[in-house]
DNA sequence: GTGAAAGCGCTAACAA
DNA sequence: TTGTTAGCGCTTTCAC
């Protein structure tokens, strides 16, 4: 492996000139040395150690993304837009799926520490202690979409209004006709967001959410058939909310295997328009969370956090409803 | 921060006795001193620099993995297995998508150069040159998937026989009654796999291909809309094998606006069988790749050949064809 | 304009 | 059974 210092040998100057060059504080340099070393630089494909780099300097040009299960299409497109932000600005991203177990969560945290990553983007946190010391010990960390409980903490935020956007599409069915709507979620949305969205529309319409009407399990198709299945078993439903589209997907699936019509026995919608969304039977009806944009934004924060100390903030971004035919 | 030599001092001992309790050569150190340093470990909640390590051992405990496109659900699919071996032996992951440019590709190797990264997972190849390069410097490499020209090299491969895939696909079409069998797939396939097994397929039956029943475009919903256009607008066809599910979704929509019926009037295949495959209307029949398989298989094999020196092998993974009411 | 030297945190020979 | 030391490849201060 060539190093800086075949380098400099090859040119006939000193390794510090060969750094200065390459790290452009090339103001004292004669341009005779920069070309002749640049030349030889090109010539052996040399290129430069990140890892002492990194160990000189504290600094590695790499931030960590922790996510629940990439199996879910919402999560890659977060990836995409921090990927590509990353890109821009020189940085490595390590990924790690922790696939919804908390000893997997406490693994990656370990491992990004020990890898010295220069911040760090979290979609969930299922281990708040472990979260505590990383914030502690000011690491740069920015949250996307699964909101944690950040009060108190210095900590860049990406959020799109979970509730309002609940809210207005839960709204979309009672103004359809829909009377009897059901809810069916997961546990691990911060402060129940999605759920209260819920119960603000049928509060508009001067409902109560019904306990017999909601379930909770994963953002999972699996949740989305056996929600059906618990609340369709003892009761009925014309509507139906769910709280991502996974959850509709096996909503809907369930529904038909129980002789139902979607929309024209039970309206369905989903949430985060997924990109296949569009393209299911029906048409999911469903609330579009910028993905891409928001991992873009997210690593972008980030990054100009550690690079020039701008600040972490919170920075809520629009979703919109889109309507398909799930819910006409 | 704290360092191992906070450590070494806290317990009275040398900076190197607590590498050797942390690095497991505990063989000549006395039981006394080493639960007293792994006390102070655990109070401390020390973690290694892994960054320092790495400089000093040539090793970085890190993988990367190339990709063309993280929005195509098949790839995170193998991306969670690469991960799930990686966590197992401790590997971090660092992801690149290329967006299918090869400028990006560019970036992504050398970012990858420098960082270090200890051996590397590909899924496709665009710049050769870039890649001999790598092989050269003796960086051990494993391509899953869309094969690369490998001759040669020592590489690890884990692929699938899409050209037997793809003829067995075919021939279903074929043995349902459909006689006029089109293609919609995409350039950058190795060896062209999937159009010469639906070639093999068409010739078993004592057909020829028709050049105007093909078409290449990307592994891409749009590819699946443009496909169908084309060859439909000038010809007619009652059967299309597509190159991957992707395409599939957009052709069989697009078939829908043409008023055609799948599979009634066009039988439909897809390749992949991503996890929505089964919710799409009608449900996808399908060449399923164990993805997850691939990516654990791929890591697994890399990481053996960075740790023990296992050698990098060719392994063949199966796949099995999905009949659902695409091609019925 | 350029170079010498210290040191980032760690490992591994070698010495004691 | 434990400690000393050199050095991984790089940056940066300070001296020339």
């Given amino acids: 492996m060539i190093t800086m210092k075949d380098i400099a040998e ?42 002492a780099r990194g160990l000189k300097v504290q600094r590695t040009n790499t931030i960590g993304f922790i996510l629940p299960d990439i199996s879910n299409p919402f999560f890659p497109e977060i990836a995409r837009g921090i990927e590509a932000a990353a890109e821009v600005h020189g940085f490595a991203l390590v990924l790690c799926d922790t696939d ?39 690491l740069p960390i920015v949250v996307v979409d699964r ?15 979970t509730r309002s956007a609940m ?10 006709g829909s009377s009897r709507i059901a809810f069916i979620g997961a546990q691990d949305d911060f402060e129940d967001a999605r759920y209260n969205g819920y119960c603000d529309a ?36 014309d509507g139906l909310v769910c709280g991502n589209d996974l959850i509709a997907v096996g909503a809907i699936n369930e529904l038909k295997a129980l002789g139902l ?48 100390g701008d600040a972490l903030c919170t920075n809520n971004l629009g979703y919109k409803i889109i309507e398909r035919e799930s819910a006409l």
Same sequence: chains 1, 2.
Wanted: charged share 25%; net charge positive; aromatic share 6%.
């Fill in 10 to 51: 090859k040119a006939g100057v000193s390794l510090s000139t060969v750094s200065k060059i390459l790290n452009g504080n090339d103001r004292y340099i004669s341009e005779a040395t920069r070309t002749k070393v640049l030349q030889i630089v090109k010539e052996t494909n040399y290129v430069p150690n990140a890892v």
């Fill in 167 to 176: 809210r207005d599409i839960t709204k979309l069915l009672l103004a359809r």
């Fill in 261 to 308: 019509r979607v929309p024209e026995d039970v309206r369905v919608t989903g949430f985060d328009d997924i990109y296949l969304a569009r393209y299911l039977s029906p048409p999911l009806t469903t609330v579009q969370q910028p993905a891409y944009e928001m991992g873009r934004t997210a690593a972008d924060m980030l990054i100009r956090n550690i690079l020039f």
């Fill in 100 to 138: 919804n177990d908390p000893k997997r969560e406490q693994a990656s945290f370990n491992l990004l520490k020990s890898k010295k990553v220069d911040g760090l983007i979290l979609t969930r946190v299922l281990q708040h202690s472990a979260l505590n010391e990383l914030v502690s010990r000011r």
């Fill in 147 to 161: 909101r944690v409980n950040t009060t108190g903490r210095d900590i860049g935020r990406i959020i799109v209004d």
């Fill in 202 to 237: 049928l509060a508009g319409y001067g409902l109560k959410a019904d306990p017999m009407l909601s379930y909770r399990g994963t953002y999972t198709v699996e949740t989305g058939h056996t929600g059906v299945r618990a609340i369709f078993s003892h009761t009925f439903a």
